[in-house]
């Protein structure tokens, strides 16, 4: 497959190009590749892209479909046709070519935030969770990297997290039933294994009656305390934000030692003021620090509860 | 205390800021709570309901955006065992914005509470902050009621009502806080 993502790329694309190593590979491939697209033909493609793109805004998906194809047809190694096309896809719900064509665009760009974001969402339409999270994850990481306050970063975490909820429910059900199973057959064997040993003992004491239930008792706590990871409860504290009162997506620390949800924080000095919400200490925004041991923190804790994915 | 115990030139310029604030204010009330805001106060309220401070209850609603509290005076204190009840109103942004909070009437004679049921206390307004939460406003207050030793209105009720007349809400007064022992 050719996978130079830097052949004939859109403006808008080539600004987005970084690294100047990465730049003269590009070159070297470009100049290897068999018939280059001559000018003319690219311009004539830029053009369908933006018939396409007004096609798209006056709700046309049809015509704005066509006008990609023909895109495609002459320049196909622009990702931003494919995933365009993949949203004109996505709109009429048919996910096996937002699939195809996502995958296609990422072949050409690798770091398309929109096709990874578009190839997850087809991914967990055909309740392919752990594969749809994956490229969703991606998604998430890149876009933060170029903009971590925009819509499109709120919309892929909001999807995310219910992909992340919809596969703890979904494990989280088998998980529970096998333990059910496993907990009807142990106490049942305990039950049994008391009534064959009274048997054979002649006097069947309150003694033996006594230590019966209350292993019982100790077998069930055993169970609870298996599915205890599995049962919601409250986030702890320290993995919540003092703002928003939410698990911590993005924390940032201040020189004061108090953890922030960064979005929020932000918002906080530029509407309510320049100081720490909780110790009103003097506080600018390039002051601000990831604090990555409570994102590692909340990332183990997300792993073994599932459940916190939840948004009300 | 508000402006209006202040040089001549300085209440006029918070009237004119009062009045062009209170047409805001009437668009402002209607506007539904920002997602944030919504998601925040659940989890507020879901917190109150498991942990409420001493000496407050909250009277169940369907309406996220108004609680209705009742605070039950310190005992010890000059409002010991007498019973008030906050209105509390949050704004489309909160918590960016401060919550609104007055008693309901009868409010308390308190020098720091007009008879309308206005305030006076600096985290409601110019000092509030986004940790701030409705748990810790009404232990404030509480707190404000308790260290009073009088039971009286503040100087300049008479004056402050009155100017306070079509619903004004306290948010739009440029508060003069200078007495912080009461």
């Known amino acids: ?80 046709y494919w995933t365009n096309r993949a949203l004109c896809y996505r709109k009429r719900n048919e996910w096996k070519k937002v699939e195809e064509d996502c995958r296609r665009a990422l072949q050409l760009d690798s770091n398309s935030v929109k ?11 055909k309740h392919d969770y752990s594969g749809g999270i994956k490229e969703l994850e991606k998604a998430l990481e890149l876009g933060r990297g170029a903009n971590p306050a925009s819509y499109m970063v709120e919309e892929i975490w909001q999807v995310l997290s219910r992909a992340k909820y919809m596969e703890w429910e979904d494990s989280s059900s088998k998980r529970a039933s096998r333990l059910q ?87 906080h000095l530029q509407k309510v003021g320049k100081f720490d919400p909780v110790t009103r200490e003097l506080l600018e925004p390039h002051q601000l620090v990831p604090n990555l041991a409570i994102k590692e923190a909340v990332q183990a804790f997300l792993r073994d509860h599932g459940w916190a994915y939840k948004m009300s | 205390m508000t402006s209006s115990s202040a040089p001549s030139k300085k209440v006029s310029l918070s009237l004119a800021h009062c009045y062009s604030l209170t047409l805001t204010c009437l668009f402002f009330s209607v506007q539904a709570l920002s997602k944030i805001a919504s998601n925040r106060l659940q989890k507020e309220l879901k917190e109150w309901q498991v942990n409420p401070p001493v000496g407050f209850k909250q009277k169940p609603t369907d309406n996220l955006q108004r609680w209705i509290i009742e605070v039950v005076g310190a005992p010890g204190t000059v409002y010991a065992n007498e019973t008030y009840k906050l209105q509390v109103d949050f704004p489309e942004h909160y918590p960016m914005e401060a919550p609104q909070v007055i008693f309901l009437h009868p409010a308390p004679l308190h020098p720091h509470v007009y008879s309308n049921g206005h305030i006076c206390l600096d985290i409601l307004y110019d000092s509030w902050s986004p940790a701030m939460t409705v748990s810790s406003v009404c232990i404030s207050i509480l707190s404000m009621l308790s260290s009073s030793t009088v039971k009286q209105r503040p100087a300049d009720n008479d ?24």
């Open chain 1, 115 to 125: 096709a990874h974001y578009m190839l997850g969402l087809a991914l967990l339409e």
């Open chain 1, 181 to 267: 199973n496993l907990r009807e057959v142990c106490e049942k064997a305990l039950i049994d294994y008391y009534f064959i040993d009274a048997s054979e003992a002649e006097d069947s004491s309150k003694e033996s009656d006594h230590s019966q239930s209350q292993q019982l008792e100790y077998l069930r706590e055993v169970f609870n305390k298996a599915a205890q990871a599995d049962t919601p409860s409250e986030v702890p504290d320290h993995l919540c934000c003092k703002i928003t009162l939410d698990i911590f997506r993005d924390p940032v620390i201040t020189p004061s030692g108090i953890t922030y949800e960064r979005a929020v924080l932000l918002d």
């Open chain 1, 1 to 80: 497959m050719d996978n130079d993502p830097f052949l004939f790329p859109s403006i808008r694309e080539r600004r987005k190009r970084r690294g100047e190593r990465e730049r003269g590979a590009a070159k070297g491939r470009a100049a290897m590749a068999p018939l280059p697209v001559p000018a003319s033909v690219a311009k004539q493609a830029e053009q369908l892209k933006q018939d396409g793109n007004s096609y798209f805004k006056k709700e046309r998906l049809g015509a704005a479909i066509d006008a990609y194809t023909e895109a495609i047809t002459l320049c196909p190694d622009v990702a931003i």
């Open chain 2, 159 to 182: 004056r402050y009502v009155k100017n306070c007349k079509n619903g004004r809400s306290p948010k739009e007064t440029r508060w003069w806080f200078h007495d912080d022992k009461v």
